[in-house]
Every structure is written in structure tokens, then in C-alpha cells.
């Protein structure tokens, strides 16, 4: 694959990321905090698959499982304990806060402390994955 189509991938999905990142300030900002941390997820999820494209140049496999992003991506001994962490705390904000069983539990978890901590936490890990694809 030619890399002018696999930078083209991974900008594309970088972008992705950073609009995700933006939208999660923005509804932490509104008290949205469950809206936030389905962002913050998104965020890590489209950088994921940005390094992806970075490291085997090929399509990431169809997934919203962080840690299988990053270990089928190559990042997973990259990673830190408090990376590993923020991808334990975002999984069930992508998958169980669309259901109404386990949103209301989810929310109950949201402060605005704990969830100013996530978007905060995803900012620090999303920018350092996006240098690890820059370099």
C-alpha cells in the first residue's frame, strides 16, 4: 500500500478522534457526563484505529474493544497501567450507555469530578498516541 494512502487512513481517522474529543469537552461542559464519556471513548477508539494504520497499514478490525485495538495494533506494550486503566473505565461507556438498564447505573458513577478526570485522562492518552503516529 502506497503511503500517501496510509497517511490519508490514518489522518482520516485522527480527525475522527479530534472532532470525538471536541464533542466530549463540549458535553462535559452541558453536564452531559455519560454523552462525554461515550466521547472519550470514540476518542480512543479512532486513534486506536489511527495507529493501526500506522503500524500494519491495513483496515483495524471491526471493533469497539479498546484493549483488542491495541493489542491486534501492536500499542498494547506501549501502554501503561494508567492507560490500561482509562480503556477498563471507557469500555462500558461506548456499549452499556446505550441501554436503559444500565445507564441509569452507569450515570449514578459520572460525577462531574470523575468525569472532568476521564476526559482529562483521554486528552493526555490521545495525544500521546497521535505523536506516536507523527514520529
Given at each position: ?10 489522518d ?13 469537552g ?5 453536564k452531559?457526563y ?28 471491526y ?20 492507560h ?14 446505550r441501554?436503559?438498564?444500565n ?7 459520572l ?6 478526570e476521564?476526559?482529562?485522562?483521554t ?7 497521535r505523536?506516536l503516529?507523527?514520529?
Open positions: 500500500m502506497a503511503i500517501m494512502e496510509i497517511t490519508g487512513k490514518t482520516y481517522w485522527t480527525n475522527l478522534a479530534i472532532d470525538d474529543l471536541d464533542s466530549a463540549i458535553m462535559l461542559e452541558k452531559k455519560l454523552q462525554s464519556g461515550f466521547y472519550c471513548h470514540q476518542t480512543i477508539e479512532k486513534i486506536l484505529k489511527a495507529y493501526y494504520w500506522h503500524n500494519r497499514a491495513q483496515e483495524p478490525p471493533t469497539h474493544n479498546l484493549m483488542k485495538l491495541a493489542e491486534a495494533g501492536g500499542l498494547i506494550e506501549l501502554l501503561t497501567g494508567e490500561k486503566r482509562l480503556m477498563d473505565i471507557l469500555m462500558p461507556l461506548n456499549i452499556e450507555a441501554y436503559p438498564d445507564k441509569l447505573a452507569l450515570l449514578k458513577t460525577t462531574q469530578s470523575r468525569s472532568t476521564i476526559h482529562r485522562q486528552t493526555e492518552l490521545f495525544l500521546w498516541m505523536s503516529i507523527e514520529k
